[in-house]
Protein backbone atom coordinates (compact mmCIF):
# COMPACT_ATOMS: atom_id res chain seq x y z
CA UNK A 1 0.00 0.00 0.00
CA UNK A 2 3.37 2.12 0.69
CA UNK A 3 4.58 1.62 -2.65
CA UNK A 4 1.07 2.36 -3.94
CA UNK A 5 0.44 6.30 -2.96
CA UNK A 6 4.24 6.85 -3.48
CA UNK A 7 3.93 5.69 -7.31
CA UNK A 8 0.88 8.26 -7.24
CA UNK A 9 3.10 10.91 -5.82
CA UNK A 10 5.96 10.05 -8.39
CA UNK A 11 3.03 10.30 -11.29
CA UNK A 12 1.57 13.33 -9.96
CA UNK A 13 5.28 15.19 -9.33
CA UNK A 14 5.86 14.83 -13.52
CA UNK A 15 2.65 15.05 -14.76
CA UNK A 16 2.35 18.22 -17.11
CA UNK A 17 0.99 21.30 -15.26
CA UNK A 18 -2.53 21.11 -16.97
CA UNK A 19 -2.84 17.33 -15.28
CA UNK A 20 -1.95 18.78 -11.77
CA UNK A 21 -4.47 21.66 -12.03
CA UNK A 22 -7.28 19.14 -13.32
CA UNK A 23 -6.03 16.57 -10.17
CA UNK A 24 -6.11 19.67 -7.70
CA UNK A 25 -9.68 20.93 -8.84
CA UNK A 26 -11.12 17.48 -8.67
CA UNK A 27 -9.52 16.78 -5.06
CA UNK A 28 -11.57 20.61 -4.06
CA UNK A 29 -14.66 19.35 -5.96
CA UNK A 30 -14.24 16.26 -3.60
CA UNK A 31 -14.02 18.49 -0.56
CA UNK A 32 -16.97 20.64 -1.19
CA UNK A 33 -19.88 18.10 -2.32
CA UNK A 34 -18.41 16.02 1.17
CA UNK A 35 -18.75 19.25 3.00
CA UNK A 36 -22.46 20.00 1.39
CA UNK A 37 -23.82 16.59 2.07
CA UNK A 38 -22.07 15.93 5.34
CA UNK A 39 -22.70 19.08 6.84
CA UNK A 40 -25.49 19.74 8.75
CA UNK A 41 -27.85 23.21 9.47
CA UNK A 42 -29.85 23.58 12.26
CA UNK A 43 -33.10 23.96 10.62
CA UNK A 44 -36.02 21.75 10.28
CA UNK A 45 -38.09 21.18 6.86
CA UNK A 46 -41.78 20.51 6.39
CA UNK A 47 -42.61 18.53 2.97
CA UNK A 48 -45.79 16.79 1.53
CA UNK A 49 -46.83 13.48 2.65
CA UNK A 50 -49.62 10.82 2.19
CA UNK A 51 -53.50 10.68 2.85
CA UNK A 52 -54.25 8.39 5.53
CA UNK A 53 -56.89 5.99 6.36
CA UNK A 54 -58.37 7.02 9.99
CA UNK A 55 -60.43 3.85 10.19
CA UNK A 56 -56.91 2.11 10.03
CA UNK A 57 -56.43 2.34 13.54
CA UNK A 58 -60.37 1.99 14.74
CA UNK A 59 -62.62 -1.31 13.63
CA UNK A 60 -66.37 -0.68 14.42
CA UNK A 61 -68.81 -3.09 14.70
CA UNK A 62 -70.89 -2.09 10.92
CA UNK A 63 -71.54 -3.23 7.47
CA UNK A 64 -71.02 0.20 6.22
CA UNK A 65 -68.45 -0.03 3.72
CA UNK A 66 -65.33 2.63 3.90
CA UNK A 67 -65.87 5.50 2.10
CA UNK A 68 -62.93 7.89 1.02
CA UNK A 69 -62.40 9.94 4.20
CA UNK A 70 -58.62 10.79 4.57
CA UNK A 71 -56.23 12.26 7.27
CA UNK A 72 -53.25 13.73 5.87
CA UNK A 73 -49.66 12.94 6.97
CA UNK A 74 -47.04 15.29 6.09
CA UNK A 75 -43.21 14.67 6.51
CA UNK A 76 -41.02 16.28 8.65
CA UNK A 77 -36.98 16.46 8.28
CA UNK A 78 -34.60 17.89 10.84
CA UNK A 79 -31.23 19.05 10.66
CA UNK A 80 -30.82 18.35 7.39
CA UNK A 81 -27.67 18.11 5.61
CA UNK A 82 -26.39 21.63 3.26
CA UNK A 83 -26.96 20.28 0.33
CA UNK A 84 -30.64 19.28 1.56
CA UNK A 85 -31.06 23.06 2.91
CA UNK A 86 -30.38 24.38 -0.41
CA UNK A 87 -32.81 22.23 -2.45
CA UNK A 88 -35.25 23.04 0.05
CA UNK A 89 -35.05 26.62 -0.06
CA UNK A 90 -35.63 26.44 -3.67
CA UNK A 91 -38.83 24.54 -3.39
CA UNK A 92 -42.18 26.35 -3.32
CA UNK A 93 -43.49 23.12 -1.98
CA UNK A 94 -41.29 22.83 1.46
CA UNK A 95 -41.26 24.64 4.17
CA UNK A 96 -37.83 25.35 6.00
CA UNK A 97 -37.97 26.95 9.62
CA UNK A 98 -35.05 27.42 12.38
CA UNK A 99 -35.16 25.02 15.27
CA UNK A 100 -35.24 26.57 18.83
CA UNK A 101 -33.17 24.68 20.97
CA UNK A 102 -34.95 25.76 23.66
CA UNK A 103 -38.56 23.82 22.53
CA UNK A 104 -36.39 20.99 20.16
CA UNK A 105 -37.50 17.68 21.62
CA UNK A 106 -35.63 14.49 20.52
CA UNK A 107 -37.01 11.96 18.27
CA UNK A 108 -38.36 9.37 21.14
CA UNK A 109 -39.99 12.29 23.19
CA UNK A 110 -41.51 13.52 19.68
CA UNK A 111 -43.17 9.94 19.44
CA UNK A 112 -44.23 10.14 23.05
CA UNK A 113 -45.79 12.92 22.25
CA UNK A 114 -47.31 12.20 18.92
CA UNK A 115 -49.03 9.26 20.49
CA UNK A 116 -50.28 10.57 23.52
CA UNK A 117 -52.13 13.33 21.45
CA UNK A 118 -53.26 10.15 19.18
CA UNK A 119 -55.03 8.53 21.90
CA UNK A 120 -56.71 11.56 23.51
CA UNK A 121 -57.35 12.57 19.46
CA UNK A 122 -59.23 8.83 18.72
CA UNK A 123 -60.91 9.54 21.89
CA UNK A 124 -62.40 12.58 21.08
CA UNK A 125 -63.09 11.32 17.65
CA UNK A 126 -65.12 8.11 19.30
CA UNK A 127 -66.99 10.57 21.36
CA UNK A 128 -68.22 13.42 18.88
CA UNK A 129 -68.76 10.29 16.22
CA UNK A 130 -71.27 8.26 18.44
CA UNK A 131 -72.62 11.56 19.87
CA UNK A 132 -73.98 12.59 16.66
CA UNK A 133 -74.43 9.35 15.38
CA UNK A 134 -77.07 9.16 18.04
CA UNK A 135 -79.30 11.35 16.85
CA UNK A 136 -80.05 10.08 13.94
CA UNK A 137 -79.62 5.97 14.72
CA UNK A 138 -81.12 4.72 18.04
CA UNK A 139 -79.15 1.79 17.52
CA UNK A 140 -75.64 3.78 18.37
CA UNK A 141 -75.34 4.39 22.01
CA UNK A 142 -72.59 5.98 24.06
CA UNK A 143 -72.61 6.12 28.04
CA UNK A 144 -71.75 8.28 30.85
CA UNK A 145 -70.79 11.25 28.61
CA UNK A 146 -70.98 13.43 31.41
CA UNK A 147 -68.15 11.95 33.24
CA UNK A 148 -65.77 10.86 30.68
CA UNK A 149 -62.93 13.26 31.85
CA UNK A 150 -59.82 12.24 33.24
CA UNK A 151 -57.62 15.32 33.60
CA UNK A 152 -54.83 16.33 31.44
CA UNK A 153 -51.62 14.60 30.30
CA UNK A 154 -48.40 15.88 30.12
CA UNK A 155 -47.21 15.11 26.62
CA UNK A 156 -43.45 16.85 26.48
CA UNK A 157 -41.30 18.73 28.73
CA UNK A 158 -38.88 21.23 27.66
CA UNK A 159 -35.02 20.78 28.48
CA UNK A 160 -35.42 24.65 30.71
CA UNK A 161 -38.10 22.82 32.74
CA UNK A 162 -37.60 22.47 36.17
CA UNK A 163 -40.37 19.70 37.22
CA UNK A 164 -40.52 16.44 38.51
CA UNK A 165 -43.30 15.58 35.69
CA UNK A 166 -42.56 12.86 33.54
CA UNK A 167 -44.30 12.43 30.28
CA UNK A 168 -47.11 10.53 30.88
CA UNK A 169 -48.30 11.80 33.79
CA UNK A 170 -52.11 12.06 34.15
CA UNK A 171 -52.36 15.50 36.23
CA UNK A 172 -56.26 15.61 38.42
CA UNK A 173 -55.07 18.29 40.54
CA UNK A 174 -53.29 21.73 41.13
CA UNK A 175 -52.29 22.56 44.60
CA UNK A 176 -54.86 20.57 45.40
CA UNK A 177 -57.85 22.11 43.60
CA UNK A 178 -59.61 19.66 41.43
CA UNK A 179 -61.06 20.49 37.65
CA UNK A 180 -63.66 19.26 35.81
CA UNK A 181 -62.41 20.19 31.94
CA UNK A 182 -59.48 22.15 30.43
CA UNK A 183 -60.76 25.52 31.21
CA UNK A 184 -60.99 25.38 35.06
CA UNK A 185 -57.43 23.75 34.82
CA UNK A 186 -55.81 26.62 33.06
CA UNK A 187 -58.15 29.09 35.16
CA UNK A 188 -56.62 27.92 38.41
CA UNK A 189 -53.06 28.20 37.35
CA UNK A 190 -53.55 31.42 35.78
CA UNK A 191 -54.51 32.36 39.16
CA UNK A 192 -52.12 30.78 41.38
CA UNK A 193 -48.78 32.38 38.49
CA UNK A 194 -48.64 35.48 40.24
CA UNK A 195 -48.29 34.76 43.38
CA UNK A 196 -46.38 31.64 43.14
CA UNK A 197 -42.87 30.27 41.76
CA UNK A 198 -43.77 26.59 41.62
CA UNK A 199 -47.10 24.49 40.99
CA UNK A 200 -47.87 21.29 43.18
CA UNK A 201 -49.54 18.68 40.89
CA UNK A 202 -51.53 15.89 41.89
CA UNK A 203 -50.83 13.10 39.41
CA UNK A 204 -51.63 9.45 38.29
CA UNK A 205 -48.44 7.15 37.59
CA UNK A 206 -48.56 3.72 36.67
CA UNK A 207 -51.76 3.54 38.50
CA UNK A 208 -50.30 5.67 41.37
CA UNK A 209 -51.70 8.89 42.28
CA UNK A 210 -48.73 11.24 43.92
CA UNK A 211 -47.31 14.56 44.40
CA UNK A 212 -44.94 16.34 41.80
CA UNK A 213 -43.73 19.89 41.64
CA UNK A 214 -43.62 22.03 38.70
CA UNK A 215 -40.96 25.55 38.89
CA UNK A 216 -41.97 28.47 36.96
CA UNK A 217 -39.24 29.50 34.74
CA UNK A 218 -38.31 32.45 32.89
CA UNK A 219 -38.28 31.65 28.93
CA UNK A 220 -38.49 34.15 26.24
CA UNK A 221 -39.25 36.56 28.83
CA UNK A 222 -42.36 34.54 30.03
CA UNK A 223 -43.13 32.98 33.33
CA UNK A 224 -43.98 29.31 32.19
CA UNK A 225 -43.43 25.82 33.09
CA UNK A 226 -42.04 24.77 30.00
CA UNK A 227 -44.24 21.61 29.62
CA UNK A 228 -47.22 20.45 27.28
CA UNK A 229 -50.36 19.06 28.25
CA UNK A 230 -53.41 17.41 26.60
CA UNK A 231 -56.46 17.13 27.38
CA UNK A 232 -57.91 13.20 28.47
CA UNK A 233 -61.12 11.37 28.48
CA UNK A 234 -62.21 8.17 29.29
CA UNK A 235 -62.30 5.37 26.32
CA UNK A 236 -66.54 5.44 25.59
CA UNK A 237 -68.42 2.60 26.26
CA UNK A 238 -70.59 2.28 23.07
CA UNK A 239 -72.91 -0.03 21.03
CA UNK A 240 -71.92 -1.02 18.21
CA UNK A 241 -68.53 -1.55 19.67
CA UNK A 242 -65.07 -0.27 18.62
CA UNK A 243 -61.75 -1.74 19.16
CA UNK A 244 -58.46 0.29 18.94
CA UNK A 245 -55.31 -1.03 16.68
CA UNK A 246 -52.31 0.95 18.53
CA UNK A 247 -50.06 0.17 15.50
CA UNK A 248 -50.84 3.88 14.12
CA UNK A 249 -49.79 5.16 10.58
CA UNK A 250 -49.84 8.20 11.80
CA UNK A 251 -49.42 10.18 15.23
CA UNK A 252 -50.59 13.81 16.45
CA UNK A 253 -53.70 15.33 16.70
CA UNK A 254 -53.80 17.14 13.65
CA UNK A 255 -56.57 14.09 11.77
CA UNK A 256 -58.66 13.94 14.27
CA UNK A 257 -61.56 15.32 12.51
CA UNK A 258 -61.54 13.43 9.64
CA UNK A 259 -61.36 10.57 12.45
CA UNK A 260 -64.49 11.45 13.69
CA UNK A 261 -65.96 11.69 10.42
CA UNK A 262 -64.98 8.00 9.05
CA UNK A 263 -66.48 6.45 12.41
CA UNK A 264 -69.89 8.82 11.92
CA UNK A 265 -69.82 7.38 8.45
CA UNK A 266 -69.45 3.96 9.82
CA UNK A 267 -72.31 4.40 12.04
CA UNK A 268 -74.74 5.96 9.82
CA UNK A 269 -76.41 4.37 6.88
CA UNK A 270 -76.04 5.61 3.17
CA UNK A 271 -73.11 7.68 1.57
CA UNK A 272 -72.12 10.95 3.43
CA UNK A 273 -69.34 12.03 0.80
CA UNK A 274 -71.82 11.14 -2.18
CA UNK A 275 -69.12 9.21 -3.91
CA UNK A 276 -66.64 12.33 -3.44
CA UNK A 277 -63.00 11.77 -2.12
CA UNK A 278 -63.04 13.71 1.14
CA UNK A 279 -59.68 15.43 3.16
CA UNK A 280 -59.32 17.49 6.12
CA UNK A 281 -57.18 18.38 8.90
CA UNK A 282 -57.94 19.96 12.29
CA UNK A 283 -57.99 18.07 16.15
CA UNK A 284 -61.34 17.84 17.57
CA UNK A 285 -61.90 18.50 20.25
CA UNK A 286 -64.32 16.91 23.66
CA UNK A 287 -67.50 19.36 22.44
CA UNK A 288 -66.68 19.24 18.30
CA UNK A 289 -64.83 22.08 18.30
CA UNK A 290 -62.07 21.90 15.67
CA UNK A 291 -58.49 23.40 16.27
CA UNK A 292 -55.59 24.82 14.51
CA UNK A 293 -52.87 22.22 13.40
CA UNK A 294 -49.36 22.69 11.80
CA UNK A 295 -48.15 22.39 8.12
CA UNK A 296 -51.09 23.74 6.18
CA UNK A 297 -49.32 24.25 2.55
CA UNK A 298 -47.96 21.23 2.39
CA UNK A 299 -51.19 19.23 3.49
CA UNK A 300 -53.03 21.69 0.76
CA UNK A 301 -50.06 20.14 -1.77
CA UNK A 302 -50.76 16.59 -0.58
CA UNK A 303 -54.90 16.98 -1.34
CA UNK A 304 -53.72 18.32 -4.78
CA UNK A 305 -51.33 15.71 -5.72
CA UNK A 306 -54.22 13.15 -4.67
CA UNK A 307 -56.66 14.61 -6.58
CA UNK A 308 -58.78 15.38 -3.47
CA UNK A 309 -62.72 16.84 -3.90
CA UNK A 310 -63.51 18.50 -0.86
CA UNK A 311 -60.79 19.51 2.12
CA UNK A 312 -62.08 20.96 5.11
CA UNK A 313 -60.13 23.10 7.32
CA UNK A 314 -60.28 24.50 10.28
CA UNK A 315 -61.03 28.27 10.56
CA UNK A 316 -57.71 28.73 12.21
CA UNK A 317 -55.69 28.02 9.14
CA UNK A 318 -58.59 28.78 6.69
CA UNK A 319 -56.64 31.89 5.76
CA UNK A 320 -53.33 30.08 4.99
CA UNK A 321 -54.67 27.36 3.46
CA UNK A 322 -56.95 29.76 0.72
CA UNK A 323 -53.16 31.29 0.19
CA UNK A 324 -51.80 27.88 -0.38
CA UNK A 325 -54.40 26.98 -2.66
CA UNK A 326 -54.35 29.93 -4.65
CA UNK A 327 -50.52 29.48 -4.88
CA UNK A 328 -50.91 26.01 -6.06
CA UNK A 329 -53.62 26.01 -8.26
CA UNK A 330 -55.37 23.56 -6.59
CA UNK A 331 -58.97 22.64 -8.07
CA UNK A 332 -60.56 21.24 -4.80
CA UNK A 333 -63.43 22.74 -2.86
CA UNK A 334 -61.88 24.63 0.39
CA UNK A 335 -64.02 24.08 3.17
CA UNK A 336 -63.83 26.27 6.50
CA UNK A 337 -65.29 24.58 9.19
CA UNK A 338 -65.40 25.52 13.08
CA UNK A 339 -67.48 22.45 14.36
CA UNK A 340 -67.98 18.64 13.82
CA UNK A 341 -71.50 19.34 12.91
CA UNK A 342 -70.60 22.23 10.41
CA UNK A 343 -68.75 19.26 8.51
CA UNK A 344 -71.87 16.78 8.97
CA UNK A 345 -74.20 19.58 8.05
CA UNK A 346 -72.07 21.23 4.71
CA UNK A 347 -71.87 16.98 3.62
CA UNK A 348 -75.60 16.39 3.99
CA UNK A 349 -76.52 19.46 2.33
CA UNK A 350 -74.62 18.12 -1.11
CA UNK A 351 -76.25 17.07 -3.80
CA UNK A 352 -75.83 12.95 -5.20
Known amino acids: ?29 YIFVMVICLKKVNVEVMTPGVINNPLSSIDIESDEENKYIGTIGIYTYKRISLLQYWLSINNNEFSVSKIDSSTDISEKEELAQG ?9 CALINAYREASKINSQVTIENIDSLYKGVTVATIYSYAKTQLKIGDLIVAVNGEKFQNYEEFREICSRLQNDHNYLSFSVVRDDK ?9 INDNRKVLGIVLDETYEMPKTSPEYTINSNYSSIGPSGGAMTALAIYDKLTSGDITKGKKIVGTGTINFDGTIGAIGGIEQKIVTAKNYGIDIFFVDS ?12 HKTKFELVEVK ?12 EE
Open 1 to 29: MKNYFKDLFNRFVHASIYKKILIFLLILL
Open 115 to 123: IIMKDNSIT
Open 209 to 217: EINATADYV
Open 316 to 327: YDYQDALKACKL
Open 339 to 350: TFTDIINYLNAL
